[in-house]
């Protein structure tokens, strides 16, 4: 049964994942993702892909690491 949920394993990976979408889907304008974790090295090293868009949002659920909480708690706005 197909699922809109991605996990990322060593076989398939939500990098893998996420450009091989952004770069194959041409009208894309947006970036809305949910996630559990979040880690700005990964932000960091999808965002080339995501210049272009118009909107980038991101849900965080559990815990995100300390470069992001620590640009939080002090009013940065680092990644726009």
Not at 20 to 32: R, S
Request: proline share 2%; hydrophobic share 40%; aromatic share 18%.
């Amino acid at each position: 049964m197909p699922s809109k949920f991605f996990t990322n394993t060593h076989e398939r990976n939500l990098f893998d994942k996420f450009t091989g979408i952004i770069q194959n889907m041409k009208d894309i304008y947006a970036f809305h993702a949910v996630v559990g974790y979040f880690r700005s090295s990964g932000y960091f090293k999808l965002q080339p892909y995501l210049e272009n868009l118009e909107s980038i949002k991101i849900l965080v659920g559990i815990n995100v690491d300390q470069n992001v909480l620590y640009c939080t708690e002090k009013g940065y706005d680092i990644f726009w």
